[in-house]
């Protein structure tokens, strides 16, 4: 509808205007038509982040539609496909669409795994038997060999307890050290059996734990509650990253009753109203703060501004004074690490200072907009390269390529290839860098070894790409 029959004429168009005709999800199936002229279009990823560029290459993998996925990876401009869409192809193949992972697996990419660890993740228990079968064939890692404890812990959270049963006796014994992390992920299963799966693992002698405290607070905040609720009259105990991780995902109702169960001093409270804070939850926060809890504005404040959550630091300086929140570098290094556009600007107009760090934060956040609008705004420049390693161990072309034409200068002969090289950056980003001219050692020897070392022996014939 928002990518085809609206675009039959003005009058159709006009009649289906809402948000529910208009509001295109990645993770759904688009025509490949729409999905290639929009991001194709100059500029299309402009304003995204890396790690949005990324999820835009997950969602798609989750939507089916393989064309759409070609164009995505070259629209995102940052390297080539990794193990994270395969996992989200993987997780996503139950709506049918295990053509995507069969066609992931045709590229002879080295992977992490054969997928079957997400696919029991996702409950899909017949594509995770039919990637058992593949394993052999497939081109896994060796650093990543699949471990058959990570294939029983995603069993437990998603699949059955007959699966779960079939997997753990079917492993042999397992290790005293990994039952509690089994158990951590059945207490946060979304499944209708996962009391059935609790008891049963306790049985196997599964310890109790605050982690699987924290594993229940991924739930819908209602339910959330209430599976916390259920582990505590078991004797399951309450630590610190369990009100953590329901702090970050702003589960308000699972957070106060995790507060009532424990004594929680000034300190512990300043540090939950940080977690909230870094996940944007501003109404948490808000409530967190009415009810007397202790709140640091300088750190809430930083990590509003780390995770671009404007919002969240605006009321910060409503409610505390901009003096107490300190809009000083480090929180302007916070922001530029988000690669927020519009957090950047509300920080200048009300003074924050700014110096060359900010490339290099808003460089690893790879959002190009963040980027140029510190060039145009006359930010000074780093005068080292600093900036260009770090996005090069990244893959990010995209920034890559934003930093050459915003006039980011290399800086000293051999710095920020050698560095690049140390971080580990992969084949394609090392090639440009020497043909983007990039300074290099003038010892001709020197350098014909330090390519051979580093990009040279990525072409021998027994190796293969890496996909991680």
């Known amino acids: ?109 080295t992977w992490s795994s054969s997928g079957e660890v997400e696919a029991a993740r996702g409950g899909h228990v017949g594509l995770m038997e039919w990637l058992q079968e593949r394993r052999p064939q497939l081109r896994i890692g060796q650093r990543h060999v699949l471990c058959q404890v990570r294939l029983i812990k995603e069993a437990a959270h998603g699949c059955d307890l007959a699966t779960l049963q079939r997997l753990w006796l079917g492993s042999g014994q397992v290790r005293s050290q990994d039952k509690g992390r089994i158990l951590s992920a059945a207490a946060g299963s979304p499944t209708p059996d996962w009391a059935a799966k609790v008891e049963w693992l306790e ?10 405290m924290a594993a229940a607070t991924a739930l819908p905040d209602v339910e959330a509650a209430a599976r916390l609720r259920w582990l505590r009259g078991r004797g399951y105990p309450v630590e610190w990253h369990a009100w953590q991780a329901a702090a970050y995902e702003g589960k308000m109702a699972a957070l106060q009753h995790l507060l009532s169960e424990v004594h929680v001093d000034a300190e512990d409270q300043r540090r939950v109203a940080v977690y909230v804070a ?33 919002h969240v630091l605006a009321w910060l300086v409503e409610t505390f004074g901009a003096e107490a929140v300190r809009l000083d570098l480090e929180l302007f290094h916070c922001a530029a690490r988000s690669g927020s556009v519009e957090l950047l600007a509300w920080l200048r107009e009300r003074g924050c200072p700014w110096d060359a760090e900010a490339y290099n934060r808003a460089a690893s956040s790879g959002c190009e907009a963040a ?59 090392l090639r440009w860098l020497l043909e983007a001219g990039c300074p290099v050692h003038d010892d001709e020897r020197y350098l014909e070894g330090a390519v051979w070392v580093n990009i040279g022996e990525h072409n021998a014939p027994d190796a293969q790409p890496d996909a991680n």
């Open 278 to 310: 870094e996940g944007g939850h501003l109404a948490v926060l808000q409530a967190l703060h009415l009810a007397g809890q202790a709140i640091s504005p300088p750190g809430s404040a930083r990590a509003a501004a780390g995770g671009g959550h404007l």
């Open 371 to 429: 980027l140029e609008w510190l060039a145009e705004r006359g930010c000074p420049m780093p005068a080292e390269g600093d900036p260009y390693p770090a996005v090069c161990a990244n893959g990010d072309l995209a920034a890559a390529r934003c930093l050459l034409r915003l006039g980011v200068p290399w800086g000293p002969m051999w710095s920020v290839y050698q560095q690049a090289s140390t971080l580990g950056a992969p084949e394609p980003m």
């Open 203 to 212: 049985a196997q002698g599964c310890p109790t734990s605050s982690a699987a």
């Open 1 to 109: 509808m928002a990518t085809s029959f609206r675009g039959v004429n003005k009058a159709t168009a006009a009649r289906f205007s809402g948000p529910e005709h208009t509001t295109i999800r990645l993770s759904r199936p688009v025509p490949p038509h729409a999905f290639a002229a929009h991001w194709l279009a100059p500029g299309a990823t402009r304003g995204l982040t890396l790690k949005q560029r990324r999820q835009l290459l997950c969602l798609t993998a989750a939507s089916g539609v393989v064309a759409n996925l070609e164009v995505a990876e070259r629209a995102a401009g940052c390297g080539p496909l990794t193990y994270e869409v395969f996992k989200a192809s993987a997780s996503a193949a139950g709506g049918g669409h295990w053509h995507v992972c069969e066609w992931l697996l045709s590229l002879e990419l």
